[in-house]
């Protein structure tokens, strides 16, 4: 099967206690090669624009807060069935459901301090790597 593609954020909570180098190796060791990344300030517009699809959800305003409270690292991730294949190393959203081994059961904080963000269809991983990456960013 050839290699797609998807959009993952390793979040505020993740990068202020300097897990950036685990979560990657997490999702390196889950056989994904990361072929964008970099280190960001998102801005609120940003945020919101990003998590559009939650605006009516009643955590939307504390989620942008979250969002915006420190850096992130936004990277878009290579491999064999990509999305799910990050999808199954992030484990399920709140940390108490996840699995063992996989990254929120292993560092996350909360159900909203999760750590990771990770597209849900390679329909949106196209549109969330184009919100953040010109295609000249991106290096396989
Ligand atoms: P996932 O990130 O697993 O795809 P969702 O798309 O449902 O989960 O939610 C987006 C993000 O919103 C989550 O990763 C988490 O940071 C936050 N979130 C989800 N549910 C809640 C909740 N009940 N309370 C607070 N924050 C939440
Ligand atoms: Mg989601």
Redesign the pocket.
């Known amino acids: 099967m050839a290699a797609t593609r998807t959009f993952s954020i390793i979040?505020p909570d993740a990068t202020k206690r300097n897990l950036t180098g685990k979560v990657t190796q997490m999702l390196e060791d889950a056989g994904l090669r990361v072929v964008a990344s970099k280190r960001i300030q998102m801005t609120r517009a940003q945020a919101e624009g990003f998590?559009a699809v939650?605006s009516e959800?009643?955590?939307f305003g504390?989620?942008v807060d979250?969002m915006i409270s420190g850096p992130v690292v936004v990277q878009v991730l290579e491999g064999e069935n990509a999305m799910q294949r990050n999808r199954d190393i992030?484990g399920?959203?709140?940390p108490a459901d996840a699995a063992p081994g996989t990254i929120r059961k292993e560092v996350a904080e909360?159900?909203?301090?999760?750590s990771?963000?990770?597209s849900?269809s390679d329909e949106n991983a196209a549109i969330e790597i184009a919100y953040f990456f010109n295609e000249d960013e991106i290096v396989g």
């Open positions: 979040k998590y939650h959800r009643p955590f504390e989620l979250f992030m399920a959203t709140n909360s159900i909203e301090a999760n990771v963000h990770g849900d």
